[in-house]
């Protein structure tokens, strides 16, 4: 449980990866988990039934971005901890994250628990990217300023990377 504790006080700005364990298996282990809630948010917010490629990409190009970012900054002894912190965050928000874009997807935009719906679903993606920003900051030893710079340009990043790969085939004769 301090694990998750820690994970918790990370999502509140109060603690940061340096007070995460250095543990492989932990970081394997959060890898799978997180392929698994990827692939279920996928099919939850997008309606298709087979999300584990989708899945297992996001989790790729996410680790290849933060690989980056830490190799650029020859901060590569920080991977284990900012993996640990930013998978086990977004694992963390995923049951949250879900029940709400389950809501999103069965409710209509015209009505008021519509709306309140996506704006809750609005405010958590803004969060979540100001808890990526907070854990890149702290891993990198840099700005707020830098830390939400890095954190939108990874998820730009990755969005085109995913629209890229899993994009809808063009209709034939179109």
């Known amino acids: 449980m301090p694990i998750i504790q820690t994970l918790a006080r990370i999502t509140l700005w ?4 340096r007070d995460l364990p250095v543990s492989g298996p932990l970081v394997a282990a959060l890898m799978l988990l997180y392929a698994g809630q990827s692939a279920l948010q996928l099919a939850v917010g997008t309606g298709k039934q087979m999300v584990v490629a989708d899945g297992i990409i ?60 996506r704006l809750a ?7 979540d990217q100001l808890i990526f920003a ?13 830390g939400v710079l890095l954190a939108v340009g990874c ?4 969005y085109a990377i995913m629209s ?11």
């Open 14 to 17: 109060r603690r940061g990866p």
């Open 58 to 117: 996001d989790l790729v190009v996410l680790c290849a971005m933060i690989v980056a970012l830490l190799a650029v900054t020859s901060r590569l002894h920080r991977l284990p901890q900012t993996l640990i912190a930013v998978l086990g965050v977004e694992i963390l928000l995923a049951p949250l994250t879900i029940v709400l874009l389950s809501g999103v997807h069965g409710s209509r935009e015209d009505e008021l628990v519509g709306v309140l719906l």
């Open 121 to 127: 679903y609005i405010g958590l993606l803004v969060w």
């Open 134 to 146: 907070h854990i890149l900051r702290c891993a990198l030893d840099a700005s707020l300023a830098v």
């Open 155 to 158: 998820a730009l990043l990755s």
């Open 164 to 174: 890229v790969l899993f994009a809808a085939p063009a209709a034939a004769g179109a």
